[in-house]
C-alpha cells in the first residue's frame, strides 16, 4: 500500500498571499513574488517527503483554474495576447482583480466548496502555451496535478460559435502535446470532478489514449457508480475515487479493474477531525477487495481545502500536516484511531415561516444600501491585534470601534444611502466572528485560501451550538443612534455559518443548520426588540451546499430553507427581512430562492451584467431585488453606464430593484467611497428616469426614525 495527497495548501507563513499584495501595491517585484511561490514549493515538498506520489503543480499565486486556463489560452483578450499573459505576472494577476477598462473575470464556487475560481472566458481555439511556468518534476516521485480538459471546459464561458465537442476536441489536442513535453516518468494526476456534474462527454476515451504517460484519473467530490463502467473502461494506469463524500464508491469495489491501481480518498480532506473507527472500517473494507499492491492511500481530494498545521491549536485537530501524518500511520498499521459514535437528530417536519405573506415593498424608485461591511483598514486590524494582545484595554477598543462606526454612517448619509449599515468594523469574518459569540464552536488559528489572496479561519462546531448574549444589537443600536436613516441588522445565516465552518462528523449537517438557525434567532428577536426594523440575514453558502448528487438534493434544499425561515419566523409584520447570495450558478435553486421567504434578496451580478437577476425575475421570484451593479473585488473604478445596465435592462417595478454593491466592501480600500459615489450617480439619473412617468415617493415608509 502506498501513499500520496491531491494537493496541499499555499498558505505556508501567508507569503503568497503577502507577497502578491504588496505587488499589487507597488512594493514587491516580480522576482520576489516568484521567490516566495518557490519558497512555499520548497516547503510542501518537505512535508510530503514521505509520500510515495509528491504532487507537483497543486498551488498557484491565485488560483489552478485560473493558471490551467492560461496555460492553454483560455484567458479574455482584453488582458493581452496568450503569450503575455503567461508569461507576464503583472498580465496574469490583472485578471481577477481587472484594471482600468478591463473589468475581472467573473468568479464562481469550486462545485460545492467556499474555494472560489476564476472562471475561463473562451475567446479563441485553445493552444498550449510552452512559456507558462511548469513545477519542477525531476523526482521520480513526482507527479503532475493537472485540472482535465472537460472540467476546466465545464467552469469555462464560451465567447465563441463552437459547440463544447468541438473544443473539447481541440482542447485535447493541446493537452496531449503538453502532456508529451513532460519527462517521461512522470505521472498525471488528471483531475475531472465535472463527471459527477456534466457527465463523461464523448471522446473521452479517446482522448486518453492519445496520452503518453501514466495517467492516474480522479473523480472527487462524490460517488460514480452511475458513470463506473465508463470510467473502470478508460485506458489509465490508475484511477482516484473519493470514498468520504461518496461512500457508494465501497458498491462497486467488486468490479474495480484488475489492471488498475485504486487511489482511495480515505481521508476526509474537507474536515479536520482525526482519523476514527470510521476511517479504520472504511480502509479494512478497501483492503478486502483491492490488493496493497495497487493501492494507493490518499485524502479525498486536495488539502487546499483545510489549514497547514494544527500546532498550537487549542484542540487536536488534524490539519494538513497531520493528515500525511495519518497517512504514514495507516501505511505502517500504527495509527490511532479515535472512536466514532453518531449522533442522529430528527428533523423537524414543521414548516417554518413568518405570519406575513405578502413581501414588503420600498416607497421609493431604486432604493439604496450596501451588504454590510466596510473596508476593514490597516489601522481597524491593528486595534483588534492590539486587544487581544492586551496592548488597549476593552473600553478603550470600544471607543475606537465607535469612532470608525459614527464616521462610516456619517459618510453613508452625505452620499444619500437609503438603508445604512454599521460597517461590521468589530468583526474579523462573517462567520468566525458569530461563531466566537457562540456556544459550541472552536476558533482555529491557521488559515484557509478562499479565493487568491484571501484567507479564512473557518471555526470548527465542537458541539451543541447556542447563543449565550446579545452580540450585534449593542452595534446596531449604536449606530442607530447616529442617525435617523433605518440601520440595518447584519447577521449570517445558518446555512452558511455550518457550510463556511468545519462541522461535525457525527451529526447530519441538515441538523447543524437548525441547532445554529436557533441560537440565530434569539439574536434577531433581541434586534427586534432594540429597535431594528430592517435586519439582513446572509446566506451566500445555500447553492455551495447542493449535494453534486442530485438524488439528495431536494431533502437538503427542504431544511436549508426551513432553517433559513426559522431565524426570523417570529418577527411582527412590520421588520423587514433582507438577505444576501453571492458567487453561485443559482439556476439549480431557483425554486428554493423563491421559497426563502425574504422581502428583499440582494445579489452579486456586475460579473454577469444583469443575467442572474433577469433569470430570477424569470421564475416567478415574488419579492424585490438587490442588484449587485459593481464588482467590489476589484479595486478598478466602474464607470456610471455600466451600472445603469443592469437596472435598465431588469423588466421589474423600479421600487422593487435595489441598487447596491455585488458583495461586502471589507476587503476594499479608500476606493470603496468613490465606488459608491459612482453608484449613487447612476441611481439618481435612473430615479430622473422614473420620474418622468411616475411620481417617484419621498422614503419616509423605509423604517427609520421620522425626520
Not at 516568484?34 to 488560483?63: H, T
Not at 484488475?258 to 478497501?286: C, F, M, Q, Y
Request: with cysteine; glycine share 6%.
Amino acid at each position: 500500500m502506498k501513499t500520496t495527497t491531491l494537493g496541499f495548501p499555499n498558505t505556508y507563513q501567508s507569503l503568497i498571499k503577502q507577497t502578491v499584495e504588496r505587488f499589487w501595491r507597488g512594493a514587491a517585484g516580480e522576482e520576489e513574488v516568484r521567490r516566495a511561490f518557490a519558497e512555499v514549493e520548497e516547503y510542501n515538498r518537505r512535508a510530503q517527503k514521505n509520500l510515495d506520489l509528491v504532487p507537483a503543480g497543486d498551488i498557484d499565486l491565485y488560483d489552478r483554474l485560473l493558471s490551467t486556463a492560461v496555460r492553454f489560452s483560455l484567458a479574455p483578450s482584453r488582458f493581452g495576447a496568450p503569450e503575455e499573459t503567461a508569461r507576464s505576472l503583472s498580465t496574469y494577476l490583472s485578471i481577477p482583480r481587472g484594471a482600468e477598462g478591463k473589468p475581472a473575470s467573473p468568479m464562481v464556487k469550486w462545485f460545492n466548496t467556499n474555494y472560489h475560481v476564476v472562471q475561463p472566458e473562451i475567446e479563441r481555439d485553445p493552444k498550449w502555451q510552452k512559456e507558462a511556468a511548469l513545477p519542477d518534476l525531476s523526482d521520480s516521485r513526482a507527479k503532475l496535478a493537472l485540472i482535465g480538459p472537460w472540467t476546466l471546459l465545464s467552469y469555462a464561458i464560451n465567447k465563441t460559435p463552437r459547440p463544447m465537442p468541438e473544443l473539447f476536441a481541440l482542447l485535447g489536442a493541446e493537452y496531449r502535446a503538453f502532456i508529451a513535453s513532460l519527462p517521461a516518468h512522470t505521472i498525471v494526476q488528471l483531475e475531472e470532478p465535472s463527471f459527477l456534474t456534466r457527465g463523461i462527454p464523448d471522446g473521452y476515451g479517446d482522448f486518453l489514449k492519445g496520452l503518453e504517460r501514466a495517467v492516474h484519473l480522479h473523480v472527487y467530490f462524490g460517488a460514480v457508480n452511475d458513470l463506473a463502467d465508463r470510467l473502470f473502461a478508460f485506458p489509465v494506469a490508475g484511477i482516484g475515487l473519493d470514498f468520504v463524500d461518496g461512500p457508494e464508491n465501497l458498491s462497486l469495489l467488486a468490479k474495480f479493474p484488475k489492471d488498475k491501481a485504486l487511489v482511495a480518498g480515505v481521508v476526509n480532506g474537507r474536515n479536520v477531525w482525526p482519523i476514527s473507527a470510521r476511517t479504520k472500517e472504511l480502509l479494512g473494507t478497501i483492503r478486502a477487495s483491492v490488493p496493497d499492491e495497487r493501492l494507493y492511500i490518499s485524502p479525498s481530494c486536495s488539502l487546499l481545502h483545510v489549514p497547514l498545521s494544527a500546532k498550537g491549536e487549542a484542540f487536536p485537530f488534524s490539519f494538513a500536516e497531520e493528515k500525511i501524518a495519518e497517512l504514514a500511520s495507516l501505511k505502517s498499521g500504527n495509527a490511532e484511531f479515535a472512536p466514532f459514535t453518531p449522533h442522529p437528530a430528527a428533523l423537524p417536519e414543521e414548516r417554518f415561516e413568518r405570519a406575513r405573506k405578502t413581501f414588503w415593498v420600498s416607497p421609493i424608485a431604486y432604493p439604496t444600501t450596501t451588504i454590510g461591511s466596510f473596508p476593514q483598514t490597516a489601522e481597524i486590524r491593528k486595534a483588534r491585534k492590539d486587544l487581544r494582545e492586551g496592548a488597549v484595554s476593552e473600553a478603550e477598543y470600544e471607543t475606537f470601534i465607535k469612532e470608525r462606526t459614527k464616521e462610516c454612517v456619517e459618510r453613508q448619509e452625505k452620499l444619500g444611502l437609503d438603508i445604512l449599515v454599521h460597517g461590521e468594523f468589530e468583526r474579523n469574518d462573517m462567520v468566525q466572528y458569530f461563531a466566537e459569540n457562540f456556544s459550541g464552536f472552536t476558533p482555529i488559528k491557521g488559515p484557509v485560501q478562499s479565493y487568491g489572496t484571501r484567507h479564512v479561519r473557518p471555526p470548527v462546531i465542537t458541539g451543541d451550538v447556542d447563543r449565550p448574549r446579545a452580540f450585534t444589537v449593542p452595534w446596531t443600536t449604536y449606530a442607530q443612534s447616529c442617525t435617523k436613516k433605518p440601520v440595518k441588522g447584519m447577521l449570517t445565516g445558518p446555512v452558511t455559518i455550518v457550510q463556511w465552518s468545519f462541522p461535525r462528523e457525527d451529526m447530519e449537517k441538515e441538523a447543524q443548520y437548525y441547532m445554529v438557525a436557533r441560537a440565530l434567532a434569539k439574536e434577531v428577536k433581541d434586534l427586534v426588540a432594540g429597535g431594528a426594523i430592517h435586519i439582513q440575514i446572509d446566506e451566500p453558502a445555500l447553492r455551495e451546499g447542493l449535494p453534486l448528487d442530485a438524488k439528495r438534493q431536494a431533502h437538503y434544499l427542504r431544511h436549508a430553507v426551513n432553517a433559513f425561515r426559522l431565524t426570523f419566523a417570529s418577527v411582527p409584520d412590520e421588520t423587514i427581512i433582507h438577505s444576501h447570495m453571492c458567487f453561485s450558478e443559482f439556476g439549480d435553486i431557483l425554486d428554493a430562492i423563491r421559497d426563502m421567504g425574504t422581502d428583499v434578496l440582494s445579489i452579486e451580478d456586475s460579473k454577469a451584467k444583469g443575467k442572474v437577476a433577469a433569470s430570477i425575475r424569470a421564475s416567478g421570484f415574488p419579492a424585490s431585488l438587490g442588484l449587485g451593479v459593481f464588482d467590489v473585488h476589484s479595486p478598478r473604478l466602474p464607470e456610471v453606464e455600466e451600472m445603469l445596465a443592469i437596472p435598465s435592462s431588469l423588466d421589474m417595478d423600479p421600487r422593487r430593484v435595489w441598487i447596491n454593491p455585488d458583495c461586502g466592501l471589507k476587503t476594499r480600500g479608500e476606493e470603496a467611497w468613490t465606488q459608491l459615489e459612482r453608484m449613487m450617480e447612476a441611481v439618481r439619473i435612473l430615479r430622473e428616469r422614473f420620474a418622468r412617468s411616475f411620481s417617484a415617493g419621498d422614503g419616509s415608509a423605509l423604517g427609520g426614525k421620522s425626520p
